[in-house]
């Protein structure tokens, strides 16, 4: 980044921003990622 | 079961009531949005926060969290035995969320850039942010939680079907988000350690509101119940009604269980920062009400009606729980904020604001009403019944 | 009012080569931030206050503020401690120290933060602290939240509660747009006893201490804004104790983004953490309803299998009893038959041998028995 950081407040508003986005994709990838691991289990019968 | 009974005169004590309020909630909303918040409140420059804030956000987001509680208590712990409370909450939680959002409306100065932080100018060191963004969520999430109620109403047979699938995601989303924008709201105060009293201000004020909003959900399920059994009873399935004492016991014990925890972890903290010497203040006096009179109280009542299974006992109790967290909210937010400024620059509100609080309650009920008696939630649909 | 001009000019010419980046700023996780080194601030020696309220009417003027109810040379409005509001956005306020014949004043504004609480609250980002030190404030994105309000430790901004339509914060700027026009803040430049003076920060903060030094006695020994919540631009120096002239003494060091920082850092925590857990604790719930559905099962199939078998038992009992019963009928029927057989025939018998000869009992031949 060539934009320099002077104060806490532009610091943490760099880090919150790619955190706030990361929270979302880590959302997305643990439901992916457990129907990747549940995928091949027995299915529950519900008659 | 009984649906709504449409040849029954609308003209009960209730509905007329109810009317009287909603008539002079809209009164109260052409003049605030005309006139401006100057008019209509007692809010100024040392108080920027009133009841809008105090109450209807920071009680009404507690208060909605049963919802979360009961789908987390049935879905993921298992408690097969709290189904039937399941659905009553949820519709709670979304209703009470959805007002929250329109009440909040009332409190800003320019309502319809609201979404302005989510999609334009993302303010993310602010913990607001933070508040906002979940809310919104969840509010989705609950809605979405809430729509089978709706669907089997209208008959969608497959859209329904498809969004119970969605049951445990939403519900592990819902928790976790309610985590978040519960504890947020007590970190929005984190900012202000100058204007907060010791014995309330504390860098664990998240861990506390957290704590608090289950008690606030346990709390609320089981006395709004006690209101649903008396009002709606006729609503009610065999299953819920079979399953309503089970639901009243065992979340009483859980309430005071948890409050036991909450006490403890306030006297820690209080130890923690040395601040046991307020006591002997004025404030010291009020927050010994707060914590001996509503904490400890309904923890000992609860497990009192438990031990002795006495029902009466808990729905005391949750009485008790629900005005505890209410006290514990206008305390942060009102009482024990600016404490330092003398007597005569404090905010007390104005009539129109306690009306528009008492609409936007007494709105929330009348919809509740509405749904309970016609949509699936205090009993199970007949063409539904799902293996669980 | 030369020496003014003189630093105004100087000013001036480094504020165009202060906004470039000069050199990265070293952000140490746990460092503190340099902060822009060149930005301005304003020093406020209350020893030299007058109250006259100059400052007060420059402000109104320079940003055309609506004509207060009364006017700025009245100075029975100083018999009221005031604070700023939507129209005034610095107040000039008369305390009486304990100790002192006369009275001091002081002038309150926003104090330009470091670390400014209202740009870390603000959740549409209305809130920037400028290179030149400033920290401003843009209306047009502002959802009127007023949250800014509660973060403020200077309870500076205040709010236009009586606009229905388009109500803003209303704040001190420190004249930001004159800065660009290397102008001096209104207030600075009209105050007749120099007790505000413009300068680098940096500057200002040596000035204070040189001063403090050079009067031993007429000076409080301490820079208030030097540190308080971080340091804020507008410092301020006095001859009695701040908290006499309504100056919170206890605000601390600690700037407002780093109270927040905590919990901020655990929102990310909770969502990283949470749905592990959860999901954990339905998969253990799943798997036990399993463990008891199978042991119920084989205890069903068990009871079963075992009731089964002792119906098996029963049967067969039952079955081996029927047999013998059945035999030992047989047995006796035959036995009846042959009895009667034996009678029948012993009888015959007898009544054969009747009509020939009484001669001998015959007892009968001894014929087959059963």
Redesign the interface.
């Known amino acids: 980044m ?12 760099h880090t ?1 921003n790619w ?2 986005i ?2 979302g994709v ?2 997305l990838v ?1 439901v992916g990622y ?1 129907l990747f691991l549940t995928g091949r289990d027995e299915k ?1 019968r519900k008659y | 079961m009984q649906h709504a009974n449409t040849n029954k005169s609308l003209m009960t004590p209730g509905n007329i009531i109810t009317g009287i309020i909603l008539v002079m909630g809209l009164v109260l909303t052409v003049l605030r ?7 209509v ?1 007692n ?4 108080n ?2 009133g009841i809008w804030i105090g109450f209807d956000l920071l009680c009404g987001v507690a208060l909605a969290a049963g919802g979360y509680v009961t789908s ?1 208590s049935c ?4 408690m097969k035995r709290y189904h039937s409370a399941v659905r009553p909450a949820i519709t709670t939680a979304f209703l009470g969320y959805f007002f929250v959002v329109v009440a909040l409306n009332y ?5 319809l ?2 979404p ?2 989510l999609v ?4 993310t ?6 508040v ?1 963004l979940c809310v919104a969520t969840y509010l989705t999430v609950l809605f979405v939680e809430w729509s089978p109620a709706a669907l089997e109403w209208l008959g969608l047979r497959k859209i329904r079907n498809v969004v119970v699938k969605l049951t ?1 995601v939403l519900t ?2 819902g ?2 988000l309610s ?2 924008h519960q ?2 709201l007590g ?9 907060l009293h010791p014995l309330w201000y504390s ?1 664990f004020l ?1 861990v506390f509101f957290f704590i608090s909003s289950m008690v606030a959900g346990l709390s609320m399920v089981i006395f709004e119940g006690s209101l649903a059994h008396k009002g709606m009873h006729h609503m009610m399935d065999e299953t819920h009604l079979k399953e309503a004492d089970g639901v009243v016991f065992g979340f009483g014990k859980a309430a005071s269980f948890v409050l036991a925890g909450y006490f403890m972890i306030k006297v820690i903290d209080v130890t923690m920062d040395n601040d046991w010497h307020y006591l002997a203040t004025g404030y010291g006096a009020w927050w010994l009400v707060e914590m001996l009179g509503f904490v400890a109280l309904p923890s000992f009542l609860y497990a009192l009606g438990v031990r002795e299974k006495r029902i009466g006992v808990i729905r005391f109790a949750s009485v008790l729980g629900v005005l505890g967290i209410v006290m514990n909210r206008f305390n942060v937010c009102l009482v024990a904020f600016n404490w330092q400024l003398p007597a005569d620059q404090r905010y007390f509100p104005h009539w129109m604001e306690i009306g528009i609080s008492v609409f936007i309650v007494t709105s929330i009920i009348t919809v509740y009403r509405f749904i309970a008696s016609r949509m699936p939630v205090l009993y199970e649909h007949p063409d539904y019944k799902d293996a669980h | 009012m030369d020496r003014r001009r003189f630093l105004t000019l100087l000013g001036s010419a480094g504020l165009t080569a202060t906004v470039a ?5 070293k ?1 140490a996780s746990t460092g ?5 080194k060149d930005s301005y601030g304003v020093l406020h020696d209350t020893t030299r206050c007058i109250g006259c309220r100059k400052c007060e009417q420059a402000c109104n003027e320079v940003n055309k503020l609506p004509a207060p109810k009364a006017k700025f040379d009245d100075l029975t409005v100083l018999e009221k401690t005031r ?4 129209d005034s956005w610095t107040v000039v306020n008369r305390y009486n120290a304990a100790g002192l014949d006369h009275p001091v004043f002081r002038k309150q504004q926003c104090n330009h933060c ?4 209202c ?8 809130f920037t ?1 400028n ?1 030149d030190g400033s920290v401003t404030y843009d209306g047009s ?7 800014c ?3 403020c ?1 200077f ?1 500076v ?12 914060i209303q704040k001190c700027t420190m004249c930001h747009p004159r800065l660009a026009e290397g102008k001096l803040p209104g207030c600075v430049e009209i105050c007749p006893k120099e007790a505000l003076t413009f300068g680098r920060r940096k500057d200002l903060v040596r000035i204070a201490h040189d001063r403090i030094r050079q009067n031993p006695g007429r000076y409080i020994d301490h820079v208030y804004g030097e540190q308080e919540m ?1 340091g804020t631009a507008w410092m301020y120096i006095s001859g009695v104790p701040f908290s006499a002239t309504g100056m ?1 003494e ?3 060091t600690k ?10 850092g ?3 925590m ?3 953490i ?3 857990l ?2 954990g ?2 998969a253990i ?2 798997r ?2 399993k463990i008891a559905a199978e042991e119920q099962a084989e205890a069903v199939k068990q009871a079963v299998a075992a009731s089964r078998a002792e119906a098996d038992d029963k049967l067969k009992a039952a079955l081996a009893k029927a047999d013998k019963d059945k035999e030992a009928a047989v047995t006796r029927e035959v036995k009846k038959a042959v009895d009667e057989a034996r009678k029948t025939f012993e009888e015959e018998l007898a009544a054969k041998e009747q009509p020939e000869a009484p001669e001998g009992d015959d007892a009968g031949k001894p014929g087959e028995d059963a």
């Open positions: 060539d934009q320099a950081i002077y104060t806490l407040h532009e610091f943490m508003l919150k955190t706030y990361l929270m880590t959302l643990y457990w529950i | 949005f005309t006139k401006g918040i100057g008019a409140s809010l100024d420059d040392n920027p926060w987390a879905y993921l712990f298992g409190d800003l100065g320019h309502p850039r609201l302005y932080p334009y100018s993302q303010g060191t602010s913990l607001l942010f933070e906002g445990l592990i989303f928790v976790v985590t978040l504890s947020s970190a929005l105060f984190l900012i202000a350690p100058s204007k860098s998240p | 980046t000069t050199g990265t700023a952000a503190t931030f340099p902060g822009y604070r700023t509001d939507a470091l670390e400014p609480a740009a870390s609250a603000c959740f549409v980002k209305a602290k290179p994105l502002c959802v009127g939240c007023r949250y309000m509660v973060a430790p309870n901004p205040a709010f236009q509660y009586a606009e229905a339509f388009d109500p803003l971080g919170n206890e605000l601390g700037s407002a983004p780093e109270y927040t920082a905590g919990a901020l655990a929102v990310p909770v969502v990283g949470w749905p592990i959860l999901t604790a339905y719930t799943k036990k309803e």
